[in-house]
């Protein structure tokens, strides 16, 4: 059987206007695959067209390994090609909707799942996280990071035109030379990154359509870049180096027999002392780098955020390590500090 | 026989004399004290060790030793010259702004950065604990360089309490010698019933007059502390000068024998005993001219008798204070003297008196 965009002669290359059904055919397709970020609604845009070309990198390089330490990917793009595309710059044509028909009805290949009732299961799984009494980590950055990471969403939830529900998705792409090339892509509520594709049916199952499961993966690598990358000993956060070079790792200002311990974070947020952050101001003393605005982040004035240094523990510092150690990671990490804030607001107006 | 209150009015009259020449001595040594201003320089030494790298060779000029204790918070309170008296409040305020040296990051990291920055050293070692302790709160933090540098301030004083001991132990021997306070002497001339009997009562005019003897000249006060004052070294050596005087003058009153006058004479009873027994090398008048030996031998007698004193005296006024109340004490409990007036005496301690 032929998918709606198999049509002789139909090619899109983003000039294209007005929905169709054929297009929507066609993202609902890249979404299952994992090209798509997020969107479907019949309109061939620029967004549509990374996808494609991304795709199209995937079929001519991607062999089925990881560009980090989490394992290769259970099929390789790469095979499903048979010498149909050799260029990676082009836009959609038949050849190419040939190979993305084959993968669609392969069922070696993992496709991502998607919700009947996104609203429900984004509650469910945001109550879950509330409930969790693992003392991994704190859950109210796990919180804002959901907040900062997938607008707390585990999956897309439809509106307008837009009739996407699947698993949200974020789409990192880190390579210079190749810039439609995704290079990771996070998952779920945590944006769980990981750096092969497709993934396996096993990540699928444990932290793609399990919310709760995404959540706890969250937990433990927030734990692991705390106990890890802040003081050591894989990596030091430079941040942290220059804030606190006496003080050793801090887990939490409360004792364990205390309930505030890990899980009172909002109002230590709200309590500590705020800065402004502006354009240009350094991103801890003595950096040379400065907080500028760049393509995922268009702002870099921020007013009012809590002082990362100021906090009795060192929980700030594990998230922007989530996040990297970029320029990107200042932003997310103020970012997490404001959403703690913000939301100690919102609970504070529901009581 | 021995009246066991004999003995008790014997110790009450050493106690006495003690006490007085303590109070000589105190004046002498505050004298000095202030002269050379002692406590400013143990204060100001005591804080270098604490604060300056042991490495350097003048740990008084180490940079960070002279931004603390140069801090207006330290110098502030004195009047001229060095402090001998800072609040240990004010040496961690002076520390910590000293560390923070304006930055405007969080004070706490502010403070960090700079301990970090300091060159290893005990003073680095010791906040870097502290710190830790404190874990990223500074009303934490400064609790606990206040109670660090409280101790420190202790053991500053007690480095001073020693020196001040020692000088009165040298302060004590010049008076023994000086006076001729001979202890063995004195505790005998005590046994005689006149001088005896004239004691207790010598012992409490005294205590009626100096009522806060011992509270207020303990030498010993260190170069710490909250309450007291940073008084003027010109104003601690007219105060030293004052009290000289004044325990001077009782010194002329007390009923012992002390002084030069007869020191060749000896032991008034041993003088007689040898006077009867030999023929009389020991010489009757005080004036007539004496052999070298003989003075020699008088001094090697009176020597065991002035350490005593020295000794005695270097346990400072309070000691003697608080001694020679409690004898009085045990004495107003047991029979008064005969010519003993005191209406205020319970009268079951007179019958009791009687056994």
């Known amino acids: ?351 | 026989m021995t009246n066991l209150w004999t003995i008790l009015n014997v110790a009450i009259g050493l106690a006495l004399t003690y006490l007085v020449l303590s109070l000589v001595a105190t004046a002498i040594q505050e004298g000095i004290a202030a002269v050379f201003r002692l406590r400013a320089a143990t204060l100001k030494s005591g804080l270098a060790s604490l604060l300056a790298d042991p490495g350097s060779k003048k740990p008084q000029l180490d940079p960070f030793f002279v931004s603390v204790f140069g801090h207006g918070l330290v110098q502030r309170i004195s009047s001229k010259g060095a402090p001998s008296y800072v609040p240990a409040r004010n040496i961690t305020l002076a520390l910590l702004d000293v560390l923070k040296d304006g930055s405007q990051a969080n004070e706490f990291t502010a403070i960090e950065r700079a301990v970090a920055e300091l060159p290893p050293s005990p003073i680095r070692q010791s906040l870097s604990v502290l710190m830790n302790e404190a874990s990223g709160d500074i009303d934490v933090l400064k609790t606990r360089v206040d109670k660090w540098i409280d101790d420190s301030m202790d053991r500053i004083s007690g480095t001073y309490k020693r020196n001040v001991q020692i000088t009165m132990l040298a302060v004590g021997f010049v008076i023994a010698c000086g006076f001729n306070v001979d202890s063995l002497h004195v505790a005998k001339s005590l046994w005689a019933p006149e001088a005896n009997s004239k004691i207790v009562q010598t012992a409490t005019n005294f205590l009626a007059r100096h009522p806060a003897a011992g509270k207020k000249n303990d030498p010993g006060q260190g170069p710490v502390s909250g309450s007291q004052t940073d008084q003027d070294p010109a104003a601690d050596l007219i105060a030293a000068k004052a009290a000289f005087a004044d325990a001077l003058d009782e010194v002329s009153s007390l009923p012992i024998p002390i002084g030069w006058k007869d020191f060749l004479l000896g032991d008034p009873k041993e003088s007689k005993e040898s006077k009867d027994s030999k023929d009389s090398n020991v010489p009757k008048d005080p004036n007539a001219p004496k052999g070298f030996f003989f003075i020699l031998a008088r001094l090697f007698e009176a020597l065991p008798g002035w350490i005593m004193t020295a000794l005695a005296i270097s346990l400072g006024a309070p000691f003697w204070f608080d001694l020679l109340q409690g004898l009085i004490n045990l004495r107003a409990t047991g029979p008064k003297p005969p010519r003993a007036d005191s209406p205020e005496t319970p009268g079951d301690n007179k019958q009791r008196s009687t056994s």
């Open chain 1, 1 to 351: 059987m032929l998918a709606a965009y198999q049509v002789d002669g139909l090619v899109l290359d983003g000039t294209q206007a007005g929905p169709s059904d054929a297009v929507r055919a066609l993202q609902t397709d890249l979404r299952a695959l994992g090209y798509l970020g997020r969107g479907i609604d019949g309109a061939f845009g620029p967004g549509s067209l990374r996808a494609v070309r991304a795709l199209r990198y995937d079929l001519i390089n991607n062999h089925g390994l990881s560009r980090s330490d989490d394992g290769p990917a259970p099929v390789a793009i790469a095979d499903y090609n048979k010498g149909r595309i050799t260029d990676i710059a082009a836009g959609f044509d038949q050849s190419l909707a040939a190979c993305l028909a084959d993968l669609i009805s392969d069922s070696k290949v993992p496709k991502l799942p998607r919700s009947f009732d996104p609203l429900a299961d984004n509650r469910a799984a945001l109550a879950a996280v509330s409930s969790m009494t693992d003392a991994t980590a704190p859950f109210p950055f796990i919180l804002a990071m959901a907040v900062q990471e997938s607008d707390s969403c585990h999956y897309c939830i439809p509106h307008g035109n837009d009739g996407d529900d699947f698993v949200s998705i974020g789409l990192d792409r880190n390579d210079k030379a190749n810039p439609d090339r995704i290079t990771s892509r996070g998952y779920g509520l945590g944006q769980y990154t990981i750096f092969h594709h497709p993934p396996r049916m096993e990540e699928i199952a444990r932290f793609i359509v399990d919310p709760v499961g995404n959540v706890a993966t969250a937990f433990a690598e927030l734990r692991s870049k705390f106990d890890r990358d802040v003081v050591g000993p894989d990596s030091e956060a430079d941040d942290r180096a220059a804030e606190h070079p006496v003080l050793a790792l801090r887990l939490c200002r409360y004792p364990v027999s205390d309930k505030r311990r890990m899980a009172d974070c909002q109002s230590c947020a709200a309590n500590v002392p705020t800065v402004t952050i502006r354009r240009g101001t350094p991103l801890f003393q003595g950096s040379s780098k400065s907080c500028q605005p760049d393509n995922l982040y268009p702002s870099a004035d921020y007013g009012a955020v809590p002082d990362r240094s100021a906090f009795l523990c060192d929980w700030p510092y594990a998230a922007r390590r989530y996040n990297g150690s970029g320029l990107d990671s200042f932003h997310y990490q103020i970012r997490i500090l404001l959403n703690l804030v913000r939301q100690r607001a919102a609970s504070g107006d529901a009581k």
